[in-house]
T-cell receptor
Framework: GESVGLHLPTLSVQEGDNSIINCAYSNSASDYFIWYKQESGKGPQFIIDIRSNMDKRQGQRVTVLLNKTVKHLSLQIAATQPGDSAVYFCAEILFQKLVFGTGTRLLVSP | NAGVTQTPKFRVLKTGQSMTLLCAQDMNHEYMYWYRQDPGMGLRLIHYSVGEGTTAKGEVPDGYNVSRLKKQNFLLGLESAAPSQTSVYFC?????????????FGSGTQLSVL
């Protein structure tokens, strides 16, 4: 049978809804976080980053929130569009090393 | 401005064969990286380079070699391919180190080792 590890968590939303993708990071010493978007058959693409001295950062239609108390990072996408369908993963800088998460698949239906 | 270009896009090898993956960047970046991406796992660093003529081991370097003879190119070699090296390989580059700023990725090479 298939390995459970092959299945990414999936978030399904309707076009126009707001999407929230979550990421738990491993260590309170992490000081820099990045969100990447990976469309099918393509390489990861930078979306937005945030440093640990900030709680929130906004870009175009995207907002990243950092909750250091519970070691949680979230990516909010406003007015989600079909073109936002992709795998999203966070990365953290821990002890001078870049560590990538496994990702969440976002499916946007019209 | 092409960014990061990887060749080939697809390759099938038999166990024991060798091959070289080529990565080229036109952004004058100092840092270049090779990652592999496997189902259910995050990107894992194979080797990296902090400048022309330098290379260093990453998280999973065994079975791979690299060379950075020119600043714009970073080559990944498999001397004797094994089925465990079936993966999608991504090259990336950055102006400064990956711990300070975002990476620019190529579109990937799908490698199957039979």
């Amino acid at each position: 049978g298939e390995s459970v590890g092959l299945h990414l968590p999936t978030l399904s939303v309707q076009e126009g809804d707001n999407s929230i993708i979550n990421c738990a990071y491993s260590n309170s010493a992490s000081d820099y976080f990045i969100w990447y978007k990976q469309e099918s058959g393509k390489g990861p693409q930078f979306i937005i980053d945030i440093r640990s001295n900030m709680d929130k950062r906004q870009g175009q239609r995207v907002t990243v929130l950092l909750n250091k108390t519970v070691k949680h990072l979230s990516l909010q996408i406003a007015a989600t569009q079909p073109g936002d369908s992709a795998v999203y993963f966070c990365a953290e800088i821990l002890f001078q090393k870049l560590v990538f998460g496994t990702g969440t698949r976002l499916l946007v239906s019209p | 401005n092409a960014g990061v270009t990887q060749t080939p896009k697809f390759r099938v090898l038999k166990t024991g064969q060798s091959m070289t993956l080529l990565c080229a960047q036109d952004m004058n970046h100092e840092y270049m990286y090779w990652y592999r991406q496997d189902p259910g796992m995050g990107l894992r660093l194979i080797h990296y380079s902090v400048g022309e003529g330098t290379t260093a081991k990453g998280e999973v370097p065994d079975g791979y070699n690299v060379s950075r003879l020119k600043k714009q190119n970073f080559l990944l070699g498999l001397e004797s391919a094994a089925p465990s090296q079936t993966s999608v390989y991504f090259c990336a580059s950055s102006r400064r180190g990956a711990t300070n700023e975002k990476l620019f990725f190529g579109s990937g090479t799908q490698l199957s080792v039979l």
